[in-house]
């Protein structure tokens, strides 16, 4: 819905950035909009409602407590009644659809969408696990637009969402601010959050997308690593308040269970003034990861390169990981140098940025991906193998790639859509043929 031609956005607010991921951020768009002191005063300035978003129950402890108040034009509350919208190529767990597949998969790149896709329409579910009504689990998607949003916004009460963009540049309106963000970033939208997606370049934009519906990501413990080292919270970027005053119709779509709801309101959403809080969107340089590794022999566990983590109810036991394989040197002495051959006990999803990826040598490309489900066996092509068996070891910097995973601790069972329709790449467990014997007893 919506008109399609207005084009002048009443933006108020400034286009910094706060830093520092969980913190107590707090910003105003108009110099005294935010409440001194308290929440939720007998009358909130400028003529403004307050209204708080919780991330976590009220209850929870305070290292996991997640919420932030509003200031904002209209309170959410004013809309009609959502009703049902179409899915497209949308899912939620459970994945329930099709037989859970212990092989090797990989796929190409989706197509590009017709004409007129923007973020919204273009979302596309490759699978998933757990439960979205027992806030279990997770979900792959991957988005691909070729036109903003407009005059609707949009926001996941299942889960938050993070954006990893492949190709094209993002601008995110959000109720916090605006954020951008290209191939090499990330972004973190936290449940509930209202954004809209533009395309600033004009240019078509495609990327994945983990959904998680379990407790949120954090950045994981260090344990002997220390104070510093891989992703420094110092680098998460949340955006400045900004707002739009906007009358007219906008759609707000929200996926609530699984299945996207729209209801019809006469403003822009995207209005608040102000805010403080800690339930906030991120965005994060994946080329600022400082990568550690190995500088004595042997290929540490690839736990070592997790940016951000979902904790479960079982310590150590992530809902999902997200793991970055950036740009690195690898020194190690007598050492199998790509990762080793192992299977595991967690499911892994694997997509690529750029570049290529130190473990295969081809078919694995950028906007592709590749899914290792729990305990399936699987490490470096023949190709690489051989080329690493008998590499000479000096010190090598892997200069090329940007890959990540998604590594989560249930299985993951596809979509139909992602079995039959963009099926997997045929042939890929050749990868592995041609292994030869060594064995020489
Ligand atoms: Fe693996």
Known sequence: MGSGERTTV???GGTGQLTGFGNEHSSEAVPGALPVGRNSPQRAPLGLYAEQLSGSAFTEPRAANRRSWLYRIRPSAAHPPFTRIGNGALRGAPFDDTVPDPNRLRWDPLPAPPAGTDFVAGLWTLGGNGDIRQRTGMAVHLYHANTSMKDRVFSD??????IVPERGELRLRTEFGVLRAGPGHIVLMPRGVRF???LPAGEAARGYICENYGRPFVLPDLGPIGANGLAAARDFEAPVAAYEDIEGPVEAVTKFCGNLWATALDHSPLDVVAWHGSHVPYRYDLRRFNVLGSISFDHPDPSIFTVLTAPSDTPGL???DFVVFAPRWLVGEDTFRPPYFHRNVMSEYMGLIEGAY???????VPGGGSLHNMMSAHGPDRETFERASAADLVPAKVADGLAFMFETRWPVTLTPAAVNEHR????????WEGLQRHFTA
């Open 10 to 12: 009443t933006t108020g």
């Open 157 to 162: 009460a299942d889960g938050e969402l993070l």
């Open 196 to 198: 809209r997606v533009e």
């Open 318 to 320: 992530a809902g999902v």
């Open 358 to 364: 130190d473990a295969k040598a081809e078919g694995f």
């Open 424 to 431: 997997p790449q045929h042939g890929y467990d050749n990868v």
